[in-house]
């Protein structure tokens, strides 16, 4: 999965801008991009590998672990950091969508 930029991000800094850095999650997997500071549009372009479960095979409680969650935070320098924007992705849709182009 590549997290390319975020955009139409809420405003938590002081400064009118925010120090934003992505979670992304499949499972109990998780990888965190580096923060980009001070932006109202970051870009990242950084790369992670997640081990995909077996979609087809799902059974009860499958649907979190065919699922990409992707959140946006601002990094607080005091308190918790703040959540920006959050994505839900079905990867199990997304797979079987013949109009996107991907790799594996």
Do not use: C
């Not at 065919?66 to 320098?77: E, K, Y």
């Amino acid at each position: 999965v590549t997290v390319l930029q975020a955009r139409g991000l809420r405003i938590k800094g002081k400064s009118g801008t925010n120090d934003a850095y992505a979670v992304m999650q499949v499972g109990k997997e998780k990888y965190q991009t580096s923060v980009v500071e001070k932006s109202v549009a970051p870009v990242w372009k950084e790369e992670a590998s997640f081990d995909l479960p077996p979609l087809l095979l799902q059974g009860g409680g499958g649907k979190e672990r065919g699922s990409l969650h992707v959140q946006v935070l601002h990094r607080a320098l005091v308190g918790p950091d703040k959540l920006l924007g959050q994505a839900v992705i079905n990867l199990l849709q997304l797979s079987e969508d013949k109009t996107r182009n991907k790799t594996e």
